[in-house]
């Protein structure tokens, strides 16, 4: 059975660094596209990074060149550092995963274009992990 774990949420200041890991296990195969989504309170959620399963990534316009996903086959993870993190980062992160092809292109529209999906819009999520800064 698929299963997506998030780890590595907590609490950092303004300006500060977390790394949180998405850890994937129970895929056969690696053409899946996996993207981190984030969820202010009572929003929905907003894609943040994406990679496909060629490990094309793209990212918001909001966290270019703060935030860099990084994958690693052998382990099944994929890792987003966030650095120079500002307050409006915090909230609950979920990594999603999805292996059909044109839900694997919308999910990630949601980065590119800064749009959001619903928790049941895509095959595989994981139960999320906080992430909160402060000043």
């Known amino acids: 059975q698929e299963k997506l774990v998030e780890f590595g949420g907590g609490s950092v200041q303004a300006g500060g660094s977390l790394r949180l890991s998405c850890t994937a296990s129970?895929?056969?195969?690696?053409?899946?596209?996996i993207v981190w989504f984030r969820q202010f309170s009572g929003e929905a959620r907003e894609g943040v990074a994406s990679i496909s399963g060629d490990d094309n990534t793209n990212y918001a316009d909001s966290v270019k060149g703060r935030f860099t996903l990084s994958k690693d086959h052998a382990k099944n993870t994929l890792d987003l550092q966030m650095n120079n993190l500002k307050l409006e980062a915090t909230g609950m992160y979920y990594c999603?995963?999805?292996?059909?092809?044109?839900?694997?292109?919308?999910?990630?529209?949601?980065?590119?274009?800064?749009?959001?999906?619903?928790?049941?819009?895509?095959?595989?999520w994981g139960q999320g992990t906080q992430v909160t800064v402060s000043s």
């Open positions: 129970g895929y056969t195969g690696s053409n899946y596209c």
């Open positions: 999603a995963a999805e292996s059909r092809f044109p839900e694997c292109i919308r999910m990630q529209t949601t980065v590119i274009v800064g749009a959001s999906a619903s928790a049941t819009e895509f095959q595989f």
